[in-house]
Nanobody, 125 residues
């Protein structure tokens, strides 16, 4: 089992940047496929980015491609989401998630086994 703690959210102006972090407990972090999702008010949770166990493979939603970068540091049990050129439509609660399986359905929330508590990102226009 793994526990995830999200942090790094905040209020930023459009065009600004934020870096989210997700710290995981346990010694098996490197065996989890990791993802970031977000949920805006009255909307479903949507996929943002995912990263494979070693970081060799990365996947992004079309809406964030070229602006967001996912990375991980297995020595620190942490996954990051660097968000640049933020837009008001990026406003949401952001969640990291861990998948102890193959990661084959990385864009589907049901694929993931563990979730962080979420961190609020608000982008003002």
């Amino acid at each position: 089992q793994v526990q995830l703690v999200d942090s790094g959210g905040g209020l930023v102006q459009a065009g600004g940047s934020l870096r989210l972090s997700c710290a995981a407990s346990g010694r098996t972090f490197s065996t989890y496929f990791m993802g970031w999702f977000r949920q805006a008010p009255e909307k479903e949770r949507e996929f943002v980015a995912a990263i494979s166990w070693t970081g060799a493979r990365k996947y992004y939603a079309d809406s964030v491609k070229g602006r967001f970068t996912i990375s991980r540091d297995n020595a620190k049990n942490t996954v990051y989401l660097q968000m640049n050129s933020l837009k008001p439509e990026d406003t949401a609660v952001y969640y990291c998630a861990a998948d102890q399986g193959s990661g084959s359905n990385y864009a589907t929330p049901e694929e993931y086994d563990y979730w962080g508590q979420g961190t609020q990102v608000t982008v003002s226009s």
